[in-house]
């Protein structure tokens, strides 16, 4: 069986193996193609995938000889077209929201798996490349605002006077949010931060932030420990509560995000006219729609000084932990349907048939066929 590991489109600096990745891969008794140059934005040279045992190839090769393409960023149909019959495509295909990616596959019979349709269960955490993007995400971002801040983040006591530290607030304390709370306290912050989720209080609290608290948030048992929309009164109740918060932070990062809807308003235009000159705002949920009502996608707003970041794919600005916690999250996976250097699709395994789109012509995560319906 070949695996065929390719190259990222230019815009991706990850790369979904790195080779000590692949060097397990192989030890499975399976062969290993990487594309030629694919390691190339994440540090990793064609030469140290031959040094574990991999043979470097064209993409044309790799489309039309792989038995498992993977990969990050998914093909275009086009390319698709060139993959051999009863290949297995993955990827983060984007597959709840491209339709028309979606339907192709299943037109066309391939096998496909979309990374981001990892159920979030215990079982299958060691495979959630979500999380792990999330990680780095939430703690680029701390970074990020680190560094345009006209201010330092820690309390200073110097010869030359005395410095109060930053107050940050995170919006949403999800996985990206956490990985703020904890590099922001870090670097020696105040920091606050904000949940519709009451689970999400005792994890802030823990790593040393304060809880925001707004009273009357809706919580569905049945949403997978997500959060779900909320009704109009609380959002504008917490966006009062928001704009009371804003007025003395140094620094807001946005996180909240609500699974196939667009991200909710958090932080109004009149807040932002509202903080402090030299105050940054890093949106993460920018391009689901944006918490903050003046950011545009991988871009930067200035208004009245206050500056206000949207974020698109922070993930590939840091490509070599990156990929490695990629390729750790896919080689866990890859466990589940290769059995002695073979593929194995077992659809009794609820992570498989969650992950996976469609196999001969038919949608088969639940997720898929509910939205196919
Ligand atoms: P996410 O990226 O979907 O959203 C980020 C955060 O925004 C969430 O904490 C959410 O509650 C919050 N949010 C949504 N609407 C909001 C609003 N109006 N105001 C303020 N905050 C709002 O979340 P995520 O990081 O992917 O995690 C979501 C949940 O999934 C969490 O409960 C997490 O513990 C759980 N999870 C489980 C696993 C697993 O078991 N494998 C893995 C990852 C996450």
Same mark, same amino acid.
């Given at each position: 069986?070949?695996?065929?590991?390719?190259?990222?489109?230019?815009?991706?600096?990850?790369?979904?193996?790195?080779?000590?990745?692949?060097?397990?891969?192989?030890?499975?008794?399976?062969?290993?193609?990487?594309?030629?140059?694919?390691?190339?934005?994440? %540090?990793?040279?064609?030469?140290?995938?031959?040094?574990?045992?991999?043979? *470097?190839?064209?993409?044309?090769?790799?489309?039309?000889?792989?038995?498992?393409?993977?990969?990050?960023?998914?093909?275009?149909?086009?390319?698709?077209?060139?993959?051999?019959?009863? =290949?297995?495509?993955?990827?983060?295909?984007?597959? +709840?929201?491209?339709?028309?990616? @979606?339907?192709?596959?299943?037109?066309?019979?391939?096998?496909?798996?979309?990374?981001? +349709?990892?159920? /979030?269960?215990?079982?299958?955490?060691?495979?959630?490349?979500?999380?792990?993007?999330?990680?780095?995400?939430?703690?680029?971002?701390?970074?990020?605002? =680190? !560094?345009?801040?006209?201010?330092?983040?820690?309390?200073?006591?110097?010869?030359?006077?005395?410095?109060?530290?930053?107050?940050?607030?995170?919006?949403?304390?999800?996985?990206?949010?956490?990985?703020?709370?904890?590099?922001?306290? @870090? +670097?020696?912050?105040?920091? %606050?931060? %904000?949940?519709?989720?009451?689970?999400?209080?005792?994890?802030?609290?823990?790593?040393?932030?304060?809880?925001?608290?707004?009273?009357?948030?809706?919580?569905?048992?049945?949403? &997978?420990?997500?959060?779900?929309?909320?009704?109009?009164?609380?959002?504008?109740?917490?966006?009062?509560?928001?704009?009371?918060?804003?007025?003395?932070?140094?620094? *807001?990062?946005?996180?909240?995000?609500?699974?196939?809807?667009?991200?909710? +308003?958090?932080?109004?235009? /009149?807040?932002? /006219?509202?903080?402090?000159? &030299?105050?940054?705002?890093? !949106?993460?949920?920018?391009?689901?729609?944006?918490?903050?009502?003046?950011?545009?996608? !991988?871009?930067?707003?200035?208004?009245?000084?206050? @500056?206000?970041?949207?974020?698109?794919?922070?993930?590939?600005?840091?490509?070599?932990?990156?990929?490695?916690?990629? &390729?750790?999250?896919?080689?866990?996976?890859?466990?589940?349907?290769?059995?002695? &250097?073979?593929?194995?699709?077992?659809?009794?395994?609820?992570?498989?048939?969650?992950?996976?789109?469609?196999?001969?012509?038919?949608?088969?995560?639940?997720?898929?066929?509910?939205?196919?319906?």
């Amino acid at each position: 069986m070949i695996i065929g590991i390719l190259k990222e489109p230019k815009e991706e600096s990850r790369v979904a193996m790195l080779p000590e990745a692949v060097k397990t891969l192989l030890s499975w008794g399976a062969e290993v193609q990487v594309e030629q140059a694919a390691g190339n934005t994440a %540090f990793a040279t064609d030469p140290s995938y031959q040094e574990v045992g991999a043979s *470097i190839k064209s993409r044309e090769e790799l489309l039309s000889q792989a038995d498992i393409l993977i990969g990050i960023q998914p093909l275009s149909p086009l390319e698709i077209a060139k993959t051999k019959s009863g =290949a297995v495509l993955m990827g983060q295909m984007n597959a +709840l929201y491209d339709s028309q990616l @979606r339907d192709y596959l299943i037109a066309e019979k391939k096998t496909a798996f979309s990374m981001e +349709l990892v159920p /979030r269960t215990t079982r299958a955490q060691s495979m959630d490349v979500l999380s792990s993007m999330a990680t780095v995400t939430g703690y680029k971002a701390v970074l990020m605002a =680190a !560094d345009l801040l006209p201010r330092f983040f820690p309390m200073f006591m110097t010869a030359a006077g005395s410095i109060t530290p930053s107050r940050v607030l995170i919006l949403g304390a999800g996985v990206a949010g956490l990985q703020a709370i904890a590099t922001a306290r @870090r +670097l020696g912050a105040s920091v %606050f931060a %904000f949940d519709v989720r009451q689970a999400a209080k005792e994890e802030v609290l823990s790593l040393g932030a304060k809880f925001v608290d707004v009273e009357g948030a809706t919580e569905d048992k049945d949403a &997978g420990g997500y959060a779900v929309e909320q009704s109009e009164e609380f959002l504008q109740r917490q966006k009062d509560t928001i704009h009371e918060h804003a007025l003395k932070a140094d620094v *807001i990062i946005t996180t909240a995000q609500i699974p196939g809807r667009k991200a909710p +308003l958090l932080v109004e235009e /009149r807040t932002v /006219r509202a903080m402090k000159p &030299g105050a940054v705002v890093i !949106d993460l949920a920018a391009s689901s729609g944006g918490n903050c009502a003046l950011s545009q996608p !991988d871009q930067t707003v200035e208004v009245n000084g206050v @500056r206000i970041v949207g974020v698109g794919n922070l993930a590939a600005s840091m490509p070599q932990d990156a990929s490695k916690m990629y &390729g750790k999250n896919y080689l866990n996976f890859l466990k589940l349907i290769i059995k002695d &250097g073979n593929l194995h699709l077992n659809f009794e395994d609820d992570i498989v048939t969650g992950t996976c789109v469609c196999h001969e012509g038919k949608a088969i995560s639940p997720r898929i066929i509910q939205i196919q319906n």
